[in-house]
């Protein structure tokens, strides 16, 4: 890497309450699909390092679940737990929202935000705005509450205003080396990256009951040459729910499969062989031992 400017390296939370755009954020800030998405809240249960690397900069982003205030039990306190926990140890916070839900839930978020660090107020979605003289009277609002170091409309589905975005955060970021290789574009392996895909389509193929009691275990993780093996097992809370993900004859968890494994070989760059089947594991999402094993 050559350049004129000194080099910078930091970490950047990106934060909010569900659903407001944070892994699509990320995902386009990358240029690839690393955090998985869906309309539905609990997407994003871990915290993902997404690595961006320009000529002079390392961006280190960190993608948080968002912050739950709905169904407390074991797993969501250990989301919010991951949220509070990032929050304390990162160089820059974006703290994401949408222009036209402005709630309690994003209020209850912007109590946790860290007054001695740097915090954008990023509006997602700003396209949906129209003119952006109608963001002003939301922005407002926020701006009375927070000392924000900056406020930034972008439209992340779109890439609109995300290079002003990386530009006013990088003058926030530590001058150090980069911490990372330049082809790298996170710290988590292919076998939690695996998993991730195959929970995202089951919670974009199955309606809303499902998918908050459903975990993903890969339990077999094999490589040979360009081919990877993959025996996944989908964990459900019921009994009475493992035919809802099965489906009529096998259909729903063949195209469960089928799209997720077609997103593993897109991110892999390589042929996967996917095999999955549904296990049941009663009131998982309040065991703290069954969290553990599940990577929570």
């Keep these: 890497m050559t350049s004129t400017n000194t080099f910078r390296c930091g970490t950047v939370a990106i934060v909010g309450r569900p659903n407001v755009g944070k892994s699509t954020l990320l995902n386009h800030i990358l240029g690839l699909k690393l955090s998985i998405t869906s309309r539905k809240a609990q997407t994003t249960r871990h915290r993902v390092l997404g690595i961006h690397t320009t000529e ?4 280190l982003f960190v993608d948080t679940p968002g912050f739950q205030q709905k169904h ?3 797993l969501n306190r250990s989301l919010n737990r991951t949220v509070t926990q990032v929050l304390s140890d990162v160089d820059v916070v974006l703290f994401v929202i949408e222009p036209m839900h402005l709630g309690e839930a994003d209020r209850k978020v912007l109590a946790l935000l860290p007054k001695n660090q740097p915090v954008f107020l990023v509006v997602n979605k700003a396209d949906l705005m ?33 290079d002003e975005l990386l530009s006013a955060v990088r003058e926030h970021l530590p001058e150090q080396p980069a911490i990372y290789g330049d082809d790298e574009l996170t710290d988590r392996n292919e076998r939690f990256l695996a998993a991730e895909m195959l929970r995202e389509k089951i919670f974009r193929l199955l309606g809303d009951e499902v998918p908050y009691s459903v975990a993903v275990e890969i339990e077999k993780f094999e490589q040979e040459g360009n081919l990877r093996r993959i025996h996944a097992a989908i964990i459900v809370d019921k009994e009475s729910q493992k035919p809802m993900l099965i489906g009529k004859g096998g259909e729903k968890l063949k195209r469960i499969s089928t799209e997720a494994r077609q997103d593993m070989e897109k991110l892999f760059g390589g042929k996967v062989w996917l095999e999955t089947w549904v296990k049941v594991k009663g009131g998982w999402a309040d065991d703290e031992r069954a969290l553990k094993s599940l990577g929570y």
């Design 130 to 162: 129209g003119d952006k003289g109608n963001l002003l009277p939301l922005i407002q609002d926020f701006d009375l509450e927070f000392p924000f170091t900056g406020i930034i409309p972008v439209s992340a589905k779109k890439n609109l205003y995300l």
């Design 56 to 59: 002079d900069t390392q961006y």
């Design 72 to 74: 407390i039990n074991a």
